[in-house]
């Protein structure tokens, strides 16, 4: 198998993060660090390759098989369309862009030009949602009813996180919806199906910020089923994915919570504790019958590792991006709807508007 060799745009925590796993990746490896910013040089170093202060320097001296954008959020487009330019495929880091619109003109011209385009959702890449997805499509639940599903944690008063530089966490765009939910939203479409409206109620009480801090959220999916989520970066528990999965070994975990209980007339599935509650085929359902239980298999891996994989087997032409630009554009859609459905009190829907955005989420 070719290695592939991929450039990392932004040396920062998400793009050293990247770095790491290129460095230990069997489908790739690193070309090069493009960054300005004082800490470039010493992680380039590090690393042992070339370091460049921007794409037009990279492409002009060095054409990599593809890049990594891991740039701060208002710098994916205009990086994004150099790379389409200079015609390379790309992993675009989430959110996809920092506007719809914006987002939309990158997805236009990567398509138009032919170049491959994968957006770093990286949780579409783990085994547990995977597992979870074919439980939800083998109709062991039978038809979906609901969602339960929560966010909900305790980011540190300390170490500088909204202080200094990261003060931009205080303000509108910095708050949970924008920074956290559109990881959920990933989640929730591959899990449930199309999400066509949504309501929300958001409060800053407890921190004080201009910002929210937690935030209830009613989700309608296209299938009919409907959803709760609670989404709070102050909330002392542990109901969260990155505190359940334990997929990401910085964070404290704890194997008997769930994130999202996914639920069918048939039956309910807990996620990422993989717990099945169902009646059995033709047996007579009632709350007064007890269910068949059993703990679906796991296997577990690092997401973000099988994720730089599957950008090199797209960059060799082997496979599709499994989140495509249209899905980092919807997530960011309905996260923007979340946004305006709590500052208007009203529903917002999100449904396709004529732009071909509504793609399928559902394929693990």
């Not at 490896?29 to 493009?34: G, Q, T, W």
């Not at 007064?288 to 994720?307: E, I, N, W």
Request: hydrophobic fraction near 40%.
């Amino acid at each position: 198998m070719r290695k592939v060799r991929i450039s990392v745009v932004g040396a920062g925590l998400i793009g050293r993060r990247h770095i790491e796993e290129i460095g230990k990746s069997e489908g790739a490896k690193l070309a090069s660090v493009v960054d300005v910013s004082p800490q470039a040089a010493a992680v380039a170093d590090n690393a042992g390759v070339p370091l460049h202060a921007s794409l037009a320097e990279l492409f002009a001296k060095d054409r990599p098989d593809g890049v990594i954008i891991a740039t701060p959020n208002v710098l994916h487009v205009e990086q994004g369309l150099e790379c389409v330019a200079a015609r390379v495929p790309m992993l675009v880091e989430k959110p996809f862009a920092h506007t719809y619109a914006e987002g939309l003109r990158l997805a236009r011209a990567a398509e138009r030009a032919g170049v491959a385009l994968l957006v770093g959702h990286h949780r579409r890449h783990s085994p547990i949602l995977h597992e979870a997805v074919k439980v939800v499509q083998s109709g062991i639940l039978g038809p979906l009813v609901g969602v339960i599903g929560s966010a909900v944690f305790y980011k540190p008063d300390a170490e500088g996180y909204y202080d200094g530089p990261n003060a931009w966490r205080r303000e509108p765009g910095g708050g949970p919806i924008l920074i956290n939910m559109i990881h959920e939203i990933g989640n929730l479409r591959a899990l449930a199906g199309e999400i066509v409206a949504v309501q929300a109620f958001a409060s800053n009480t407890t921190r004080g910020f201009p910002v929210e801090d937690t935030v209830a959220i009613n989700l309608r999916f296209e299938n009919g089923a409907l959803g709760a989520f609670l989404l709070s970066d102050t909330a002392a528990s542990p109901k969260s994915w990155e505190q359940t999965s334990r997929e990401n070994k910085a964070y404290s975990t704890y194997a008997d919570e769930d994130a999202y209980t996914i639920i069918g007339t048939n039956g309910s599935l807990g996620v990422p504790t993989m717990r099945l509650k169902y009646y059995e085929k033709d047996e007579e359902r009632s709350w007064f019958k007890p269910f068949t239980t059993r703990t679906v298999t796991l296997r577990r891996a690092d997401p973000l590792a099988s994720q730089i994989e599957h950008f090199a087997a797209v960059i060799r032409g082997e496979a599709e991006p499994l989140v495509t630009a249209r899905d980092g554009l919807q997530n960011l859609r309905i996260t923007e709807a979340i946004s305006e459905a709590a500052r208007s009190g009203r529903p917002v829907s999100t449904r396709d508007d004529g732009d071909g955005v509504n793609a399928a989420a559902r394929t693990a």
